[in-house]
Structure formats: C-alpha cells, structure tokens
C-alpha cells in the first residue's frame, strides 16, 4: 500500500512564521526611533523682545547707551537681579531644591516668586519707613508751624538751611537755584505715592516765604542773611536722626578693571546671602526703577559719571541715599527728578537705562501700579490728581508740562515691557 503524500504547508503559515521571526529586528528599531525622539531638544518659548527704549534725545556721548558686551569690551554684559538669584540653567532640579532649601534654613525662604517678584516673606522683612499715617501728621503739624529758627549746615547746599519748627521737630528747607528744582522734589514725592513706595521718602510739602507772613515772623532776620526772594517756594522734608551712608551693593558696587564697568555678580554668590542683604535688594530694585521714571541723575547714576575720574567711587557713599537705624534705606533729595532730569535726558539716560535693564526682580506691588499706569495710560492724571489734592500749594508750581506728560508715560510703558521681558526671560530657567 502506498503511504498518502502529506500536504506542503499553505502560504498563510509560511507568511506567519516569518513575521514571527521579524518581531525581534522591528522591535529593536521601535526602540531605537523613540531613544532618537526623546534625544530632541523640545522648543524654547518665544522670549519677549528686549524693550526698546521710549523716543527722546538722542543717546549721550559717554558710551552707556550698550553693554561691555556689545561693544566688545571684556567683562560681559551686566546680569539681572533674576539672573544672579537664579541657579543657573544647567542646574539640575536636586541642585534648585537644595539651594531653595538651604535659603530656607537662614531664614529667609526662596527669595523670588514666579521668577521675577520678591518674595511675600522677604518683603515682609523690609523696614516699613515713614508709615502713611505719621507722615499725614507731620505734614499737617508743619504746615501750621512757625519756623523758630534757621540753622546753616546738614542740608545739603549752603543756600538751604535746618529748620527747627515751633511744635519742636526740624526740618530741611531747600531753596532751589531755580524753581523747577523745587517742582521736582514734589512731583518726585507724590509719583512715589502713586507707586506705592512714598514710605521710602521722608515726608515733604511746600511752603511760602513771607517775612511778614505768621510761618516766618520769628525768623525775618535770618531771612535777610539768606539771600531767599520774598515769596518763594521752598520745600520742607522732615528732619530724620541717626542715618548713615549707604555704599551700593553687587552687581553695581565694584568697579570692573580696567574698564570702569561695573562687575557683574556670579549666581553662585547669591545663594548664600544672609536675609539683610537680600532685604536691601529689595529696597534697591524699587530705588532704580523710581530713578529710571524720574530720570533722577543726582544719586547712583552721578556715582557711575564719577568712574571716567575715580575708578573707586562706586565703593564710596551714595548720593542722596541713606539709612535708617532700622536698616530702611531713605530716598533723599529728589530735586533732580521729572523737570529737571527730563531737560537732561541725552546727557543721563545712557546711564539711567543700563541700571534699569540690571534690575529684573521686583516687588509684585510696584510692578501691578506700572501695569495699571501702562494700561490705562494715565501716568500723568494719577500724578496731577494725587498733586493737587495733597498739597496745598501746588498751583504755586504748576503741574508737568505737556512734553513732560508724554515722557512719563513713554517711561512707565518702557518699564512695563522691561518686566514683560524679564518674565519671559525667567520661563526658561
């Protein structure tokens, strides 16, 4: 008998085994294509562009409209107050949380918020100042005082005098080498109010020469001897005790080299900083930004001038600034600001600006009052309102001219979209 033939196996068999046997080699390629796909880099977020600064005069003849970077000098562009408290981008996230926790363990907690706002805990550290309610107390006190006497020395140029009032305080009495010196002290004072700051500022008002006039009857003698017109309006800032001089800290406290630049401070440094300094940064971050709107050139900026000359002034006293034995530092003499410092632009913003531009951690009130005055554009209005209704004398002075106006908004948006820079900036950390 014959044996029956086996059949030959059908295709769909044959086709079964050989997937079978290319499961090995497909898997492998599956895993070599998403080891590929993990491997690439995932795309930055846009950056908001660098702020262009608003339309003015054109740029001083000093060289600090640009960084030492961009004109290729050594010693790099200067770091942001967000760059240097920031780790840097290559850290990984265990190195962040042991410094976080590190700060944490001084006292102070992680300094900044979202990237670009101080802290509620270190801003809960900042000496208060000259409390709102105080200075309405003063202010009212000084407006109906007599002026009992009149003393050379401790206010700064020889034509401004000490005051030593009837009700027993003191108080410093400028009488400006022109009158936009004085107009600029008040608009200076009042646009700190609007911006929330005004504790950093003794309090201030204006007051009338009259020789025969009841506030300086006691005095008419000593206002011959002074050279004041009859009639001139002359500012009072309240006489504070016990202040001393303040040296500017990193990034803007050391001269870098040869150079005369400022040395930018490593990130590293910061980590370790003790709650005081940081207590001051904050302080200091609100002092720019004020300076930059007034175009203020009488305090860090004329020490920065000064480096052409004395490559070591930026470790000597800050003009005009001062601090308080509780470690508040105090805004002083602000004649040079809005009037005064807006006809200066080309000579002063080329220092003005830079100092802005290092400055990108900020208290999160000061910057939501620069978003609503961008917004609503109303610098100006804020400004003339708060004027009238809180001192008496203002018509004396007048308000900002037109020109003027327009400046400070231009400065307010240009400080709003420096901010917006800063926040897109401090996304990809």
Request: aromatic share 6%.
């Amino acid at each position: 008998m014959k044996r029956a033939r086996r059949a030959a196996p059908g295709p769909l068999p044959v086709l079964g085994l050989l997937l079978l046997g290319a499961l090995p080699g497909l898997w492998t390629v599956l895993l070599l294509l998403r080891r590929e796909a993990a491997a690439q880099p995932e795309p930055e977020p846009e950056l908001e562009p660098e702020p262009r600064p608003p339309a003015g005069p054109p740029p001083g003849r000093w060289g600090w409209e640009r960084s030492p970077a961009a004109r290729g000098e050594p010693g790099g562009g200067q770091k942001t107050f967000r760059a240097l408290l920031a780790v840097p981008a290559a850290a990984s996230r265990e190195e962040r949380g042991g410094e976080g926790r590190a700060a944490a363990a001084a006292g102070g907690g992680w300094p900044v918020e979202r990237g670009i706002f101080w802290s509620r805990e270190l801003e809960e550290r900042v000496p208060p100042g000259f409390a709102a309610e105080e200075a309405a107390a003063w202010l009212s006190a000084a407006r109906g005082a007599r002026v009992a006497s009149l003393e050379r020395g401790g206010c700064g140029r020889s034509s401004n005098r000490l005051a030593r009032l009837s009700d027993g305080s003191r108080a410093c009495v400028r009488y400006g080498i022109n009158p936009e010196q004085i107009q600029g002290e008040a608009l200076s004072y009042h646009l700190a109010g609007v911006l929330g700051m005004q504790e950093r500022l003794p309090p201030m008002t204006l007051a009338l020469v009259e020789a025969r006039g009841r506030q300086w009857e006691p005095v008419r003698e000593e206002l011959r001897g002074s050279h004041w017109a009859e009639g001139a309006v002359v500012s009072l800032t309240r006489w504070v005790d016990n202040l001393t001089a303040v040296v500017a800290p990193a990034p803007w406290g050391a001269e870098a080299g040869g150079g005369r630049r400022l040395q930018p401070l490593s990130a590293g440094g910061l980590g370790g900083l003790p709650p005081s300094q940081l207590v001051e940064l904050v302080q200091w971050s609100d002092l720019i930004l004020f300076d930059y709107l007034t175009a203020n050139f009488d305090r860090l900026v004329s020490n920065l001038f000064s480096l052409q000359w004395d490559p070591r002034v930026m470790r000597r006293a800050t003009s005009n600034l001062l601090r308080g034995p509780d470690g508040g530092l105090v805004f002083m003499d602000n004649e040079a600001g809005l009037v005064h410092g807006y006809r200066l632009l080309a000579m002063w913003d080329p220092y003005n600006e830079p100092l802005l531009r290092s400055v990108c951690v900020f208290r999160e009130g000061t910057a939501r009052r620069v978003a609503e005055l961008h917004r609503r554009r109303s610098a100006a209005a804020e400004l003339r309102r708060r004027y009238r209704a809180r001192e008496p004398l203002w018509a004396r002075l007048g308000f900002l001219s037109e020109r003027q106006a327009e400046l400070l908004q231009a400065r307010v948006d240009f400080v709003h979209r420096h901010i917006a820079h800063c926040r897109a900036q401090a996304a990809l950390l």
